[in-house]
């Protein structure tokens, strides 16, 4: 969908400011630069870097992820804050099963060990799944909202990742060189590297699902009017299976991009992401009454998330304020939603 | 004037918890008959509508569509066999567009792979829509505009454009003239009596009596879950007909055949 629907049906007027300033991923594209410029001169130049960027990027690929499968959830008038933990549980799963069951360790690396972390992506992305139909069942046939369906789902995760490690990070092999920026033929793909590629790749083909087919548009259509799009036939409760499926799986897979960075699983290494998730969501424009959302804002708003983290840290700023910078987002973000609102409504 | 019995329920009952929203009501709908169904507040016409068209099960009962005998498990089961339901205000998803709410479980794919995998074919079904609507005869605006964007009447002109264009059978619509101005009411009375030239069959549920002795050909009185009456409109002013519905009237109890 574009915006070109603005312009069908109305009379040609003078120019129409309004949609362009209230539009949220026009302000976040806006923001992030300004942001950008305002960081690069407080820092002396050092934020305008590509290694600056290049983690930024590495942060925003494990967060968008979480972020994506959020979207679905929110557009469908749910919420999921069981993906922090599925981060966790799916990380400490797959170590569980290459440390303690295959007994591999940190020395099995490189190229040995891109089929034990085949494996491991594979585990991973099946745990989420787990956590997502867990997730459904509660919503579903138990009729819990999903904000305590998903807090409960949020504790168990984290309490079985913890079990399971025994509390500590499960060491096993890996491949540093997915972190570093692709080299291809010589020449540095940098801030790009695999897993980031990955995540990109991954957020792409989510966006043309949400906003192209089918089931993008069930999602609408049921955080819209669940009702109506009961009426038309659709099978509501499938379709919200299918969509905490999806933020489950791309939660496992976020967790496998946990692990492939730290070459650990961690019990402890998703903990509070389903924030930074849930904040990009809505930073980027996705209401939570459902209905309404978009792909892009959400890729915008995890970015101006970590763009506001790096940048307070290159200037100087005592790193503890961060979580309130975050807070003061998001207020933000609602703020400028509420009053789009009320413009429409006028 | 009107064929053959289409559609029909027979002894139909439905209760909420110790609430009986319906009793044993029993109807019948012929193919190019309009009838009214109504009743006060809280007479069980909302419920009857529910059961109609497969949203809710009934707990005792027959449906038959064509002299078949169905069960409808969910909506999408009497969709599927061409029973389509406007229900009271919430028919459409206002943050789709026109064209999407028309659709709605019912989409265009593209061609090949992309079809397979749910992509879907907007051109046409935003060119199939706006013909869809000009063809129930209603004006309405761009059928790529969110159905927020629209006033009440165009979203329901909207609502009933979907369901005339959907049925093949029966067209259920539970109050299409609440909140509308006398002339986009008149239009919806229009593209009423146009299904039913198409032969189908309407069940046109209103409080506002005169909108339905201009329309039906029968009316159906609901009470307590009960149907009280069930004769040709020709026997009724807006006098009888209110008299009758809140049983200011006397009425023999019709027997369910």
Redesign the interface.
């Known amino acids: 969908m574009t915006d070109s629907?603005q312009a069908?049906?109305v009379a040609p007027r003078s120019f129409n400011w309004k949609p362009l300033v209230t539009n949220q991923s026009s302000i976040l594209v806006f923001v992030i630069f300004v942001l950008a410029a305002v960081f690069t001169v407080y820092s002396g130049g050092k934020f305008w870097d590509i290694a600056v960027f290049n983690n930024i990027l590495t942060d925003w690929g494990l967060v968008v992820l979480l972020a994506v499968g959020q979207t679905f959830v929110v557009i469908s008038g749910g919420i999921d804050l069981s993906v922090g933990s599925t981060v966790s549980l799916s990380g400490v799963v797959a170590g569980v099963v290459m440390v303690n069951w295959m007994h591999l360790d940190l020395s099995v690396s490189n190229e040995a060990a891109i089929a034990p972390l085949l494996l491991a992506l594979l585990i991973c992305v099946l745990t989420g799944i787990a956590v997502g139909l867990v997730n459904a069942f509660l919503v579903n046939t138990v009729n819990i909202v999903p904000f305590i369906a998903t807090l409960a789902t949020l504790g168990g995760a984290a309490g079985l990742a913890i079990i399971w490690s025994g509390g500590m990070p499960l060491q096993g092999p890996n491949f540093y060189g997915l972190v570093n920026p692709i080299v291809l033929g010589g020449v540095s793909l940098s801030p790009f590297s695999f897993i980031v590629l990955v995540s990109t790749i991954t957020v792409l083909i989510a966006g043309?699902?949400l906003h192209?087919?089918?089931?993008g548009?069930y999602t609408?259509?049921i955080?819209?009017?669940a009702?109506?799009?009961?009426?038309?036939?659709?099978?509501v409760k499938r379709h919200l299976t299918w969509v905490y499926a999806v933020s489950g799986a791309l939660s496992g897979l976020a967790g496998m991009y946990a692990y492939t960075r730290l070459g650990s699983g961690s019990p402890s290494s998703g903990a509070g992401f389903e924030l930074q998730a849930i904040a990009a969501v809505v930073i980027g424009g996705t209401s939570l009454m459902g209905?309404?959302g978009k792909m892009v804002g959400t890729l915008l708003g995890a970015f101006l998330l970590y763009e506001v983290q790096s940048g307070l840290l290159m200037v100087g700023m005592d790193p503890n304020w961060k979580q309130v910078i975050v807070a003061f987002m998001i207020a933000g973000a609602v703020g400028v939603q509420g009053f789009n609102f009320s413009q429409?409504r006028k | 004037m009107t064929g053959e019995l289409i559609y029909e329920v027979k002894n139909v009952s439905k209760r909420y918890g110790s609430v009986v929203a319906l009793d044993g009501a029993s109807l019948k709908l012929h193919a190019g008959e309009v009838i009214g169904l109504v009743g006060d507040n809280g007479a069980g016409k909302s419920t009857l509508v529910k059961v109609l068209s497969g949203a809710h099960k009934p707990d005792g009962g027959q449906i038959f569509l064509d002299g078949v005998e169905r069960v409808w498990e969910s909506p999408r089961g009497a969709l599927e066999a061409g029973v389509e339901t406007l229900y009271q205000d919430s028919s459409l998803a206002a943050h789709l567009t026109v064209s999407e709410n028309v659709f709605l479980g019912r989409e265009k794919f593209k061609s090949g792979f992309l079809g397979w995998l749910g992509f879907l074919d907007r051109k046409t079904m935003i060119r199939e829509a706006q013909e869809d609507l000009e063809k129930v005869g209603i004006a309405f605006p761009s059928a790529n505009r969110p159905v927020s964007q629209l006033s009440g009447g165009q979203r329901q002109a909207v609502a009933i454009g979907r369901a005339v264009s959907w049925a093949s059978k029966v067209i259920i619509l539970d109050e299409p003239t609440n909140h509308l101005g006398a002339r986009q009411a008149g239009e919806v009375l229009q593209v009423i009596r146009a299904a039913k030239a198409k032969g189908l069959g309407v069940i046109f549920i209103s409080h506002t009596l005169p909108h339905v002795l201009q329309v039906t050909d029968r009316i159906v009185v609901l009470r307590l879950g009960r149907i009280v009456k069930d004769t040709p409109t020709s026997e009724y002013n807006v006098d009888t007909l209110l008299g009758t519905i809140t049983g200011a009237i006397q009425t023999i109890k019709v027997e369910g055949d």
């Open positions: 629907k069908t049906g043309l699902f192209r087919a089918r089931f548009l609408y259509a955080g819209s009017n009702f109506a799009a009961k009426a038309a036939g659709i099978n209905g309404s429409r």
